[in-house]
């Protein structure tokens, strides 16, 4: 009822379909330094998209609150806007799919822990880093975020979804020095289960992640068999599986160009799109009201589709996969819990199937040092040697080359270690047949 008066608006000026998107959120942010509170932020807001087809074109505005006065407002810049735009991409509002597979993860409890225990649990974070080791010289910081959201759609068609979703955060930062070297490492816990967080755990994974990188040094510039963290195998993959985007198909930038049923990767590399997944990431309608599923996006090596929203899916002929994303007014794609399907060997097996090489845990700059349309890159990396099957020594500063295709065709294993990243990506150390590693 509270925006009807938009629909009216919309119909007498024209507008042939119109679409509201409300989004609510609520952020709460602190963090520590040397045990003073030195950040501490609350926030509310709400945005508003508005869409509208007018002779056949989409007209776009957008809002923070919501009046009778903004309705309107909205209504005359849609028309206006709708007016300039030259593309020709076909222009849905969507009636609704026949089916809706509804996911709740929304945690109320999280609403009911109070600030001070919140906060209670970050002094016992930064305490547990700081005397954790002796080689510990700083605490880089502690903090804690939280963020809830709602998602509703609505349109002249009679479609109403909506759907809630929270989840929190800690994160701890460390510096160890040991005697003229200093490192600096982090980890991190999301959730949305108060209950299920352990700040001592988190702290003792905190300085692993930092002492275990002394006494490190480059290596031999060689070809090495490799084992990649899931933090490395996480980066890779984000820009590797953005290249099932339709869109980027679509005007020939893609990878995947042509390969839809081909093989492309190890067969031991199945990637699967799960929204509805019962986790903090999961969605069961997609940014314009299409129900989204799971399905897998390689399949043992083998392309099985692009992902399409309502435009790029009309261009071929081919129904929405429900990856639609909004990015302010535009409609993208993306993947909303993107999994690579773990196996069954530790990471310490990897590590004896490897003998004598590399485990890779950090990749920087792949903005930069990765080409987009070759997929070759070149990037300044760290980690470990392995000899004998076993983690060794920490490697310093070395640089790791070779190109995004072929790391995932050299896949031998991959492990059961998985992690789930903030980024919606969850994946396990893989081992590869080579990569170039640039040292001394």
């Keep these: 009822m509270k925006y009807d008066k938009f629909f009216a608006l919309a119909k007498e000026a024209g507008i042939e379909e119109a679409e509201l998107y409300v989004g609510e959120s609520y952020s709460l942010s602190f963090s520590l330094f040397h045990s003073e509170v030195d950040n501490y932020s609350s926030n509310k807001s709400v945005t508003i998209l508005a869409r509208g087809i007018v002779n056949g074109k989409f ?4 809002c923070d609150s919501w009046s009778n006065d903004h309705a309107k407002f909205l ?13 020709e991409d076909p222009a849905f509002i969507f009636e609704g799919s026949p089916k809706y597979k509804k996911v709740n993860t929304y945690n109320k409890e999280l609403e009911k822990v109070s600030i001070d225990e919140k906060m209670k649990k970050l002094y016992e974070l930064e305490k547990a880093i700081k005397e954790g080791d002796k080689r510990i010289v700083e605490v880089g910081g502690v903090e804690y975020s939280e963020s809830a959201e709602s998602v509703t759609i609505m349109n002249s068609k009679g ?11 800690y994160v701890g930062q460390a510096v160890a020095r040991e005697g003229s070297q200093t490192k600096s490492g982090y980890e991190l816990f999301l959730g949305n289960d108060f209950s299920k967080f352990n700040a001592q755990g988190l702290a003792k994974e905190v300085i692993e992640n930092t002492v275990s990188q002394l006494g490190g040094e480059a290596c031999e510039s060689n070809t090495y068999k490799a ?4 933090d490395v ?20 930038s893609s990878l995947f160009i042509g390969k839809l049923g081909q093989k492309i990767a190890s067969n031991k590399i199945t990637v699967e799109d799960k929204p509805l ?40 002929g081919v129904r929405s996969t429900g990856n639609a994303s909004r990015g302010g007014s535009k409609m993208g794609i993306s993947t909303f819990f993107l999994q690579l399907k773990p196996g ?22 792949l903005h930069a040092g990765l080409n987009p349309q070759s997929g070759n890159f070149s990037l300044q990396s760290s980690g470990f040697l392995i000899k004998n099957g076993k983690k ?48 001394k």
Aim: some cysteine.
């Design 75 to 87: 209504v005359d810049a849609i028309v206006a806007n709708a007016k300039v735009i030259e593309n």
């Design 392 to 439: 060794e020594r920490a490697l310093d500063v070395v640089t790791v080359s070779g190109n995004l295709m072929d790391i995932f065709k050299d896949v031998l294993e991959v492990g059961s270690d998985e992690r789930v990243f903030p980024s919606g990506i969850a994946c396990s150390s893989v081992l590869i047949k080579k990569i170039i590693v640039s040292g």
């Design 59 to 62: 007209g776009t505005a957008n």
């Design 344 to 365: 069954k060997k530790s990471q310490e097996e990897l590590f004896k199937e490897v003998g004598d090489g590399v485990y890779i845990t950090e990749v920087q700059g």
């Design 159 to 169: 479609l109403k979804l909506a759907q809630k979703s929270n989840y929190f955060l």
């Design 277 to 316: 997944q019962r986790n903090v990431f999961a969605r069961w309608f997609d940014d314009e009201g299409v129900a989204t599923y799971n399905k897998p996006i390689i399949k043992n090596g083998v392309l099985q589709t692009y992902l399409y929203n309502l435009t790029t899916a009309a261009k071929e």
């Design 227 to 230: 084992v990649l963290s899931p």
């Design 233 to 252: 195998v996480k980066s890779f993959l984000s820009f590797y599986v953005g290249n099932a985007d339709a869109e980027e198909v679509q005007k020939r």
